[in-house]
């Protein structure tokens, strides 16, 4: 009999222990939802989000490679410092051939000291045996098919595993959080009508935001489909990004 | 040219911002799990032998193969919890799993296989056993033991032949389970089609195949460390068909390995010269040394050679060999899920330059805490091997009676 005893409580422990952890996910829940009711950090209320369809543009040739941009994005969103970007920019220096090479140019130099945030030092070859050099923003890069999505297991449990699937390299694990983080398109700013930091600070109109499912007649949008044959990074691996660039050079990756 | 990022860890050529970490994302942890994982499976598989195919000769290791497994399965999930950045959500993994996920499916694959397969036949091989012991054996152990057989105390000839049957279906099952826990492991990798060197329909089947050399490898490794720790001698039937099944696990998977670099070569796809860089600069010695040499080629010759000349070795220097190359099987694998894991964290997605990382010795992802997780299981196992495979035991011969009957 003495085993029939010891078998019930440790069953009553063993439902103890679930129910503690039923409570805790109760609890985590509600004060969420309680959170979510005083402090306001998504989007307001009457936000549907089945409405809107965002995008961004960007026109690398106008892109001056100044890194307001990147550093907007990290004030606004409280990025750490260090290596983590939500946004940065590339600089492609293509050099002139070695001469005598059967080559049409060099091979490309790509830097981004900083993800650019404070500018670029000045170029490492002389001008004269430059061919070509332009700045490429980079950011989360909105997929109809997301890779990082298909292989995210639940909540984030900080496994990195969205780090590794994403093609970009937009994505990085937050050292204070130890949750996976990227950009949001400024989810806070654009659920009330105001435009991504980066877009908002950008000096030379390189970077274009939109809403697919609401465009006006002069939307900046249907301009820069009408005047530039647009092109999406790793368009092979089938992520069909919505983050569509001008300009391009086949060593954008 | 790539300004300060080059301050911040080796790197050479360009590396995304994200990506100049200066440690990995997925460290030595990650390294080690899909080896823990890879030994059940293969320790699983070599021991479904015996169940399954009846090699007879394999019997006296049967279940030193199961405990291995079970051993090795406890401790699967701990390098995978002490990697997260938040092991205290790690249940939300069956609560709210997403399936499309590979990582999802782990706990159910994870949980289908320790209850459902290996506890089960574990305790239908050793229920009548357990009987038994439980009325000779005093105190705590016999306590034990009689818990363990869960008040099923009939040890009629019926009841006995229903544990047999039971115990060869959860085989069968056991099989394609195994294959299961295992294939998904390498699903992980080769389904992240942002990593040319992950990215790969061939390396579930490269983490089977190699599950398997290395389960085997585990098998003859424990077997022999077991005898000779009880000053017993090896039996060389058994130890000879062991090393004749890890000689053809290891020709097919050597094989397939050759066969996925052939192809990356000749395919030389975008990537390719990015990959070639890694392996020249950070993989040369773990993948050509470790893996190839020591770990393939070594072995094959080895236990090649054993069975060409078998009749011609003497005991003693068979014996030796076949240690051996079990051993080399072992540390070649673990360096080829080094090579796996580590090589696809080595290029920038940018596939313009190559990063290097500093490892830490302590820490959450650290050599001492993989250290000890790879210990782990052998501590296990010694309980285990203690408390069910005990000298002072007498083990019921039904499994063979049983067997001969069919």
Redesign the interface.
Same mark, same amino acid.
């Given at each position: 009999m003495k085993?029939l005893f010891s078998r019930r409580s440790a069953l009553l422990r063993l439902a103890g222990a679930v129910a503690g952890?039923l409570t805790v996910?109760v609890a985590r829940t509600a004060k969420a939802a309680v959170q979510k009711l005083f402090v306001s950090t998504s989007a307001p209320n009457d936000y549907d989000p089945t409405k809107h369809k965002w995008l961004m543009c960007i026109d690398t040739t106008k892109c001056i490679g100044c890194g307001l941009c990147a550093e907007a994005c990290k004030r606004e969103n409280g990025v750490p410092e260090?290596? &983590? &970007?939500r946004t940065?920019i590339?600089r492609y220096i293509i050099p002139k051939p070695e001469p005598g090479s059967d080559q049409t140019r060099g091979e490309p130099?790509?830097?981004?000291?900083?993800?650019g945030m404070h500018g670029?030092?000045e170029p490492?070859l002389p001008k004269d045996q430059i061919e070509l050099s332009f700045f490429a923003p980079?950011l989360c890069n909105l997929c109809e098919n997301p890779?990082c999505v298909? /292989?995210?297991?639940? &909540?984030?449990?900080?496994?990195?595993?969205c /780090?590794?699937?994403?093609? &970009?390299? /937009?994505?990085?694990?937050n050292p204070v959080t130890?949750?996976a983080e990227k950009c949001t398109l400024c989810y806070h700013r654009i659920t009330r009508g105001l435009k991504p930091a980066c877009v908002e600070i950008c000096p030379a109109e390189a970077r274009i935001f939109g809403d697919l499912k609401n465009l006006s007649a002069d939307d900046p949008i249907q301009k820069f489909y009408e005047n530039n044959r647009v092109q999406v990074l790793k368009p092979?691996?089938g992520t069909k990004p919505r983050v569509l660039y001008a300009g391009l050079d086949k060593g954008v990756? | 040219?790539?300004?300060? =990022?080059t301050n911040?860890g080796a790197f050479q050529?360009?590396v995304?911002?994200?990506?100049? *970490?200066p440690h990995p994302?997925?460290s030595v942890l990650i390294v080690i799990y899909p080896y823990i994982t890879g030994l059940v499976a293969g320790a699983f598989i070599m021991a479904s032998l015996v169940r399954v195919f009846k090699v007879q000769a394999l019997e006296p290791v049967y279940r030193v193969s199961m405990l291995t497994a079970l051993a090795f399965l406890l401790c699967a999930p701990l390098p995978?919890l002490c990697?997260?950045?938040?092991?205290e959500?790690?249940?939300? %993994?069956m609560?709210?799993?997403?399936l499309?996920?590979?990582?999802?499916v782990?706990g159910f694959v994870y949980a289908w296989y320790l209850m459902a397969v290996l506890l089960l036949e574990l305790w239908f091989d050793y229920r009548q056993d357990l009987v038994k012991w439980a009325k000779i054996t005093p105190g705590f152990t016999g306590i034990l033991y009689r818990?363990l057989t869960l008040g099923v105390t009939d040890l009629s000839e019926q009841s006995v032949a229903l544990d047999m049957k039971m115990c060869r279906i959860l085989s069968v099952v056991g099989i394609p389970s195994a294959f299961l826990l295992h294939g998904y492991v390498g699903f %992980?990798f080769g389904? =992240? #089609?942002? *990593?040319p060197w992950w990215g790969n329909v061939l390396m579930p089947i490269m983490f089977i195949l190699s599950a398997i050399v290395s389960g085997i490898a585990l098998c003859v490794f424990n077997y022999m460390v077991l005898n000779w720790i009880r000053r017993k001698t090896v039996d060389m039937r058994c130890l000879d068909t062991m090393a004749l099944f890890l000689f053809y696990a290891l020709v097919v998977d050597a094989a397939i390995e050759g066969l996925d670099y052939l192809h990356r070569g000749y395919a030389a796809e975008?990537g390719y010269s990015v990959i070639q860089l890694m392996i020249r600069e950070k993989l040369f010695y773990t993948l050509y040394f470790v893996q190839i040499g020591v770990g393939t080629l070594l072995p094959l010759l080895l236990l090649g050679s054993l069975q060409l000349l078998r009749q011609r070795v003497p005991e003693a220097v068979r014996r030796c060999m076949i240690f051996c190359g079990g051993v080399m099987i072992l540390i070649g694998v673990l360096a080829m899920r080094w090579n796996v894991v580590m090589g696809?964290?080595f290029f920038? #997605?940018?596939?313009?330059g190559v990063m290097s990382y500093k490892m830490e010795f302590t820490g959450q992802e650290g050599w001492l805490i993989g250290a000890v997780i790879l210990c782990l299981p052998f501590i296990i196992l010694t309980v285990l091997v203690k408390l069910f495979l005990s000298e002072q035991l007498q083990f019921s011969e039904h499994v063979s009676q049983s067997s001969s009957t069919t």
């Open positions: 085993t952890v996910s260090g290596p &983590y &970007y940065w590339e130099l790509v830097d981004s000291p900083n993800g670029f030092p490492p980079k890779p298909q /292989v995210c297991p639940t &909540y984030c449990i900080g496994c990195a595993f /780090v590794q699937a994403c093609p &970009y390299g /937009v994505r990085f694990l130890h949750t092979h691996l990756s | 040219m790539t300004g300060e =990022i911040i050529g360009y995304f911002p994200n990506e100049a *970490n994302l997925w995978l990697h997260l950045g938040h092991p959500r790690c249940y939300e %993994i609560m709210t799993p997403h499309t996920s590979p990582m999802a782990f818990m %992980i389904s =992240i #089609k942002a *990593n975008e696809g964290q920038s #997605k940018s596939l313009r």
